[in-house]
């Protein structure tokens, strides 16, 4: 049963952009928190920005001033607009949605790759 779609990975040269997006099903309940995740081959899987159904957004230090988080609760929808992008930025990277009984579903990770 698929619940969290992804898209918008892909390709680029450094210093281009990407956008990816995450739209959660509609078995998908009472979600308060959103966000998006990322794991390079070889490490562990990292946070890089998160938003609140309040609106608070928390960025990884790494991508602070290039990255932008948005997400939309009625609709289940988080986005990522991801800048200037440095090859350092290539991971696997993963939407998350947290419900307000602390209970999450992933997506199955979308891949982005940044050339040099």
């Known amino acids: 049963q698929v619940q969290l779609v992804e898209s918008g990975g892909g390709l680029v040269q450094a210093g281009e952009s990407l956008n990816l997006s995450c739209t959660g099903s509609?078995?998908?309940?009472?979600?308060?928190?959103m966000g998006w995740y990322r794991q390079a081959p070889g490490k562990q899987r990292e946070l890089v920005a998160v938003?609140?159904?309040?609106?608070?957004?928390t960025y990884a230090d790494s991508v602070k001033g290039r990255f932008t988080i948005s997400g939309d609760y009625a609709r289940k929808v988080v986005s990522l607009q991801m800048n200037s992008l440095k090859p350092e930025d290539t991971a696997v990277y993963y939407c998350?949605?947290?419900?307000?009984?602390?209970?999450?579903?992933w997506g199955q990770g979308t891949q982005v790759t940044v050339s040099s």
């Open positions: 998350k949605q947290r419900s307000k009984w602390d209970h999450d579903y």
């Open positions: 938003i609140t159904i309040g609106s608070s957004t």
């Open positions: 509609g078995s998908i309940r009472s979600i308060n928190t």
